[in-house]
């Protein structure tokens, strides 16, 4: 088998790892096209809002970066790392754990997303069902919704007792205070977004066909209900807003900077370093004479439709 000249190798390696890069920055460009359209049809974007759209980029790859960091510490020093994310539909939530995992090891840094519980579950301890998800040592967990469902939806839509949510209110400070007390850093997001943004994004899914999986009877109903929700996270902040367990509310209407400013914040809530590693060598493949590689037959390759 024939070789390039190790300079060529090089020089077509780089080729590859930039090509492979932009690659990737476009595919995050592509998901970040809100209104799919095609031919020519999209609005043209102002200058204002183009010099945003880069620096958005510009500062998400740098603080994803600055995540990888973390990921290397919290598994270099064994932290167990919790955050919640709590909110409306439609807030945002699931977009800023995106970006935070887009680029870290799903076996350090993992999304809880549970549904509903079922008959067993129902029976069970409250705080039970989350427990079984909470961090080992080097682990950080991003609880797509929480034990505050109970403050939350299942209030206002009848799923508990009002004794059953005062119980929750009087045991959540002493629950919190326990995982901190066993080592794990708990930070806890409430994304916040206002009647005529959630109209909009609603109006948004149902009228795009790769969103509209997202919308569930549950959905539309807390729509009707914006003014039991608001009722329900007023008395939830004030009654699990703690010193030692804060809530930090992110202002999520631009979805953009909801994101960028609550992986700001989460970065500042670990006194992470970066973790120094050995540098990497490839080593040389092991060959050997006798090896001959066995031809596929043409019958198990996907077909090339493209």
């Not at 998800?133 to 403050?151: K, M, T």
């Not at 629950?175 to 806890?188: P, T, Y």
Request: aromatic fraction near 12%; glycine fraction near 4%; charged fraction near 30%.
């Amino acid at each position: 088998m024939n070789f390039t000249p190790d300079t060529d190798l090089h020089a077509d390696a780089l080729r590859r790892f930039e090509a492979d890069l932009v690659d990737g920055f476009d595919e995050e460009l592509e998901q970040e096209i809100d209104d799919r359209a095609f031919d020519g049809a999209a609005p043209p974007r102002s200058d204002e809002a183009q010099a945003f759209r880069r620096t958005y980029f510009r500062e998400l790859f740098r603080l994803q970066g600055e995540l990888a960091k973390l990921q290397d510490w919290v598994q270099a020093t064994g932290q167990k790392v919790v955050v919640l994310f709590e909110g409306r539909d439609a807030a945002g939530k699931g977009g800023a754990i995106k970006r935070i995992t887009q680029r870290l090891n799903p076996r350090i840094c993992r999304v809880a997303a549970l549904p509903a519980p079922n008959d067993r579950e129902r029976t069970q301890w409250y705080f039970q069902r989350y427990v079984a998800h909470l961090p080992a040592a080097g682990e950080i967990v991003l609880f797509d919704r929480s034990w505050y469902n109970r403050a939350g939806v299942e209030r206002v839509m009848g799923f508990c007792t009002d004794d059953e949510v005062e119980e929750f209110f009087r045991t959540v400070p002493d629950f919190e205070r326990m995982l901190m007390r066993s080592g794990i850093v708990l930070v806890k997001y409430w994304f916040s977004i206002t009647d005529e943004e959630q109209h909009l994004r609603f109006l948004g899914r149902i009228h795009d066909p790769l969103k509209q999986w997202k919308l569930s009877p549950m959905d539309l109903e807390s729509r009707r209900l914006w003014e039991e929700y608001t009722r329900a996270k007023e008395a939830m902040l004030e009654r699990t807003h703690t010193p030692d367990s804060p809530w930090w509310v992110v202002q999520a209407v631009d979805k953009k900077k909801a994101r960028l400013n609550c992986i700001a914040h989460l970065l500042a809530q670990l006194p992470y370093q970066e973790v120094p590693h050995p540098p990497v060598e490839l080593p040389a493949r092991v060959r050997h004479a006798d090896y001959i590689r066995r031809p596929v037959p043409a019958e198990m390759y996907v077909p090339e439709v493209y």
